[in-house]
């Protein structure tokens, strides 16, 4: 089973976690994960807590199809006051934050982040995994084949799951060259995909226990979800939650989401059903 060291502590993921979504951006997908005033998202923090959020993920670059990309000083001053005052209060949650680059992820680590999440997995800033590892940090790797203003354009390929394989193989080797070798790992679900694999993806998890390294699945009221009920991401809970519950049996180890109450509920569930 696994365990991810973080600076000081260890992340437990022998049992499923949910990872809660706060985004410090005004122009997220999911207008409720937004937090734009301080005191806010604290309390927002400490609700998902309450729910069962073991991790809580702040982002303030959003990654929505459109999205504006901003500086990395502006992602700076979104996140590193919600970051400060999330773990004022929540001093024993792990913080994670949204970026895939390595001057942010510093300075969100340097305010109590112990987590860097990073769409990139690398690819983006060549700084990001020296840093990682210099600070001790835990990783969260994910598989995507755009650029900052290309991440949801559809790539061709004749077999998802193999590609993901190939490219978390690679990763692992890359990785483990710099230091890094206790990471997560991350599909991307509605990242550069259709929605048939993003699908597959969900469908076939279990492929990916054979890299070797913990997952996390991110499908919360994606549009892949959404647009396949013929709903908006405000209707798509019981879908997410439904994907969610596929995920847990293929082996996901975090599940990020808006939702952590329900979240907690399929893990409790499944854990109960596998015994």
């Known amino acids: 089973m696994f365990k991810i060291h973080l600076k000081d502590t260890v992340l437990d993921l022998v ?24 005191a806010l998202s604290v309390q927002k923090a400490v609700e998902m807590v309450a729910a069962g959020a073991a991790i809580l993920d702040i982002g303030g670059q959003s990654t929505r199809p459109g999205a504006e990309l901003v500086s990395e000083a502006v992602e700076i001053e979104r996140v590193v ?12 949650i792990p913080i994670s934050i949204d970026t895939y680059h390595a001057v942010v992820a510093k300075a969100a680590l340097d305010a109590g982040a112990s987590i860097v999440n990073d769409i990139s997995c690398g690819n983006f800033d060549k700084n990001m995994i020296d840093m990682v590892v210099a600070n001790q940090a835990g990783y969260i790797g994910m598989h995507q084949t755009g650029d900052p203003a290309t991440l949801h354009q559809i790539d061709i390929r004749s077999d998802i799951m193999q590609d993901l394989l190939d490219y978390f193989n690679l990763k692992k080797t890359e990785f483990a060259s710099k230091g890094l070798t206790n990471w997560i790992i991350d599909p991307g679900f509605g990242f550069s995909k259709t929605i048939e694999e993003n699908f597959t993806i969900v469908k076939s998890l279990n492929q990916l226990q054979s890299i070797g390294l913990p997952m996390l699945l991110g499908v919360s009221r994606k549009s892949s979800i959404y647009k396949t009920l013929g709903v908006t991401a405000a209707d798509a809970l019981n879908g997410t939650t439904v994907l969610n519950t596929v995920g ?9 989401v808006h939702d952590v109450q329900e979240a907690k509920e399929a893990i409790v569930l499944i854990n109960q059903l596998l015994k």
């Not at 499923?16 to 999911?30: E, K, R």
């Open 15 to 38: 049992t499923p976690q949910v990872m809660g979504i706060l985004n410090a951006t005004p122009d997220s997908f999911y207008k409720e994960s937004r937090i734009e005033q301080l």
């Open 248 to 256: 847990l049996l293929g082996g996901a180890n975090i599940l990020r």
């Open 81 to 92: 006051p919600v970051i400060e005052a999330i773990h004022a209060a929540l001093p024993q």
